[in-house]
């Protein structure tokens, strides 16, 4: 398996299957039938000879392109393509990791192993199959998402799938401006609006996708990605004034107000749930101004905070409040009085409300204090009286002093931007020009970047880029995009200099949905990638060396011939996999010694045996497939090889068959995008939802049921 993804990174990195692939809209056109033809046979001759995952991400650039050039939504060739991928894995031993696996298992039951070819006459029609299903029912199937027309290679309307020039605003910097003289990382203007500066105006001359080191002057115009309404109510906050404070200081009466720290119980059922959502306030009585996570305390944005078992809430209330809120069952309620929020002390401020201010006559819940800075009003201040988890619907009056838990450095940084001005949306602004592109990209599935956010990659600093939006599950996702857990599948808008977006197309972690984004391939190594490819072919089939030992003198091949660096390699190999499968196998191995293969089979052989091996051979295959479409194929052909093997011995049939039938249904996992990892890879670049997949992928899995039940015999009898 390991020798098998290096070999198939060197067609990759020298450009052999990018030439195959670019080569496509050239000799099929726009018809829609005919690309989906032959981006299937396409992927599935070089998935036959290289990790399906790879020929899937090879090929993405360019459907993204063809799509384009054809006017075709994405979503309605990137299914087909990463269908394609996964079936043309079936037509070779080492095209896909089950036909791997279960070959060797076979030769360490000292049976004949699985050779180069036997899968091919069965692949070919599972991939004929899947082509004609895919022009006919498929075709009616698949979703149509975000089509706008032909679009250009680079960019285009990518804006308009992104619903960028809906929020595309600009704001103007008066003459006198604090912020004249200052670089656009000192302002922070960015991160305190929550807006992204997509570019500068500076004495008529726009600066695409400036740095943080770009200058403010008087006078600039900044054009900025972001909700206008936003950025409004945020300016309305100026003039307001911040002054540290302690409980001790709160005016009377002060009698009966207290804190509380409460652990969240296991068993609650507010985990995994956040205080908006709970109405927490309202439900309790009491204001949260603090949670204890581990050694983390969390004081913004507690609104928007789901709740984790083990949780400490630290709260303010009456002496009442608190009473009734001891009682509750979700909560161990650890100590109370103000001594329970003293790690606080230090953490609230007043906010005064000017008499001119315009958060006057408005209620808290309007001023949006914590949606905007992640601000918590635990209470004000009013005529020297202290009044405690005051209501949403409070209406704030001139000259109140409001109880804040939380940063502050937000408001502070606010104020510190002094007068700016908004204006309408500016028409024709553009993204693109000579040295700065705009792309999207996507998450690929062996990728560091999943599950870690945009901020924790320091992505902006790190690739030079900016991201405007991210693509998920059908959806553009806008708000707070830099604390957003990036997954497998999703596709990133970003903006940048074009060298930038070429260096990014060169690392593991990203696909670059664009050609002319990718890095230069090693095409003068061309020969000896598929010098390689030959080699372990001509190996295997000449029986002079077993796969494995044919697949890694490939691999050293190609490796000591500089068709492939060492670090290449390094990436290419699917570690996750080659870990999975190897921490399996002692599970197959568990299963036969205790007895609990030779249970199943038992069980497979009662239900099923009566009917004949038709019936048995169709109950693996189903039980495969099943397996895969949650799991993954690999594992599902280890766990499932001893039941094989003992039904086979138990009712004194060939094993072959029904080895062939569970590693082919182990590939046919088309039901869910986590079933294998070039559905994932796709999800984001062709707009889809795991809907969409279970639509199109069960009837298809369906007909690959009766196709294998019905030719696996034919090729090996039972």
Not at 309 to 316: R, T
Not at 388 to 417: C, H, K, M, N, Y
Request: net charge negative.
């Amino acid at each position: 398996m390991l020798s098998v993804f290096i070999v198939g990174a060197a067609m990759l990195e020298t450009g052999v299957a990018d030439m195959i692939g670019g080569r496509i809209h050239r000799v099929v056109g726009d018809s829609e039938v005919r690309l989906i033809v032959t981006l299937m046979l396409v992927a599935g001759v070089l998935s036959a000879f290289m990790n399906n995952i790879a020929a899937t991400a090879v090929l993405m650039p360019a459907v993204a392109s063809i799509g384009a050039r054809a006017g075709l939504a994405p979503s309605r060739l990137f299914m087909p393509l990463a269908f394609g991928a996964i079936l043309g894995g079936t037509m070779t031993l080492v095209g896909t990791p089950p036909n791997i696996l279960a070959a060797e298992i076979l030769a360490d039951r000292d049976l004949e192993p699985f050779t180069l070819f036997d899968f091919t006459p069965i692949g070919i029609a599972i991939l004929a199959l899947g082509i004609v299903f895919m022009i006919t029912v498929g075709r009616k199937l698949l979703p149509v998402r975000e089509h706008h027309g032909p679009r250009p290679q680079d960019g285009g309307d990518l804006t308009e799938v992104y619903q960028l020039q809906e929020r595309l605003f600009s704001i103007r910097i008066p003459e006198g401006s604090p912020l004249h003289g200052r670089t656009l990382a000192e302002t922070r203007l960015g991160n305190t609006l929550g807006v992204k500066v997509v570019a500068i105006q500076h004495d008529g001359r726009q600066t695409l996708a400036p740095e943080g080191s770009a200058m403010l002057y008087g006078g600039d115009i900044l054009f900025v990605d972001g909700q206008t309404s936003e950025v409004r109510e945020l300016l309305r906050l100026q003039g307001l004034e911040v002054e540290a404070t302690q409980l001790e200081q709160l005016p009377a009466p002060r009698r009966g107000v207290g804190g509380v720290r409460a652990r969240l119980l296991p068993e609650s059922r507010l985990v995994g749930r956040d205080l908006r959502e709970l109405r927490f306030r309202d439900r309790f009585g009491v204001v949260v101004v603090g949670i204890r996570r581990g050694e983390e305390l969390l004081r913004d944005y507690l609104a928007e905070t789901d709740l984790q078992e083990g949780d400490i809430l630290l709260a303010l209330g009456t002496r009442s409040q608190l009473e009734e809120f001891s009682a509750q069952p979700d909560f161990d309620v650890e100590e109370m009085g103000l001594s329970a929020v003293e790690e606080l002390e230090d953490q609230l401020c007043w906010i005064l409300i000017p008499e001119d201010s315009p958060l006057a006559g408005t209620s808290i819940g309007a001023s949006r204090l914590g949606e905007l800075v992640g601000l918590t009003v635990a209470g004000l201040v009013r005529e020297d009286r202290t009044h405690l988890a005051v209501q949403p619907d409070e209406v704030i009056q001139g000259g109140d002093r409001l109880l804040i838990a939380g940063d502050p450095s937000g408001l502070e940084t606010l104020f510190a931007l002094g007068d700016v001005e908004l204006e309408a949306e500016p028409s024709g602004t553009p993204f693109e020009s000579q040295d700065v592109g705009m792309v999207e990209a996507a998450v690929a599935p062996r990728s560091a970047a999943a599950g870690r956010t945009l901020a924790e990659l320091d992505f902006r600093d790190r690739y030079g880029l900016l991201a405007l939006a991210l693509w998920r599950e059908g959806q553009a996702v806008h708000k707070d995009l830099t604390h957003v857990a990036l997954r497998f599948g999703d596709a990133l808008l970003l903006q940048g200099p074009r060298e930038k977006i070429r260096r990014l197309a060169s690392e593991p972690d990203f696909v670059v949905l664009s050609e002319a984004a990718q890095a230069p391939r090693r095409t003068n190594k061309a020969g000896w990638a598929f010098a390689g490819l030959l080699l372990m072919i001509g190996l295997v089939v000449s029986g002079q060396q077993p796969i494995h030992v044919a697949a890694f003198t490939a691999a050293t091949l190609v490796i000591l011939a500089g068709a492939l660096t060492m670090q290449e390699a390094y990436r290419a190999i699917e570690w996750r996999a080659i870990f999975l499968v190897a921490a399996v196998l002692p599970v197959g191995l568990a299963m036969e010694r205790t007895g609990a293969a030779q249970l199943l089979a038992d069980s497979v052989a009662e239900i099923a045996g009566p009917l004949g091996p038709y019936a048995i051979l169709a109950a693996l295959v189903v039980l495969a497939s099943l397996l895969s479409q949650g799991l993954d194929g690999a594992p599902a052909v280890v766990l499932l090889a001893p039941v094989v093997l003992q039904t086979a011995q138990n009712l004194g049939i060939s094993p072959y068959p029904l080895m062939m039938g569970v590693s082919l249904a182990a590939s046919a996992a088309f039901m869910t995008p986590f079933s294998h990892k070039a559905n994932l890879l796709v999800m984001g670049a062709g707009g889809y939802r795991s809907s969409d997949y279970l639509k199109v992928g069960s009837p298809l899995t369906l007909l690959l049921f009766v196709l294998l039940v019905l030719m696996v015999p034919v090729f090996f009898p039972f």
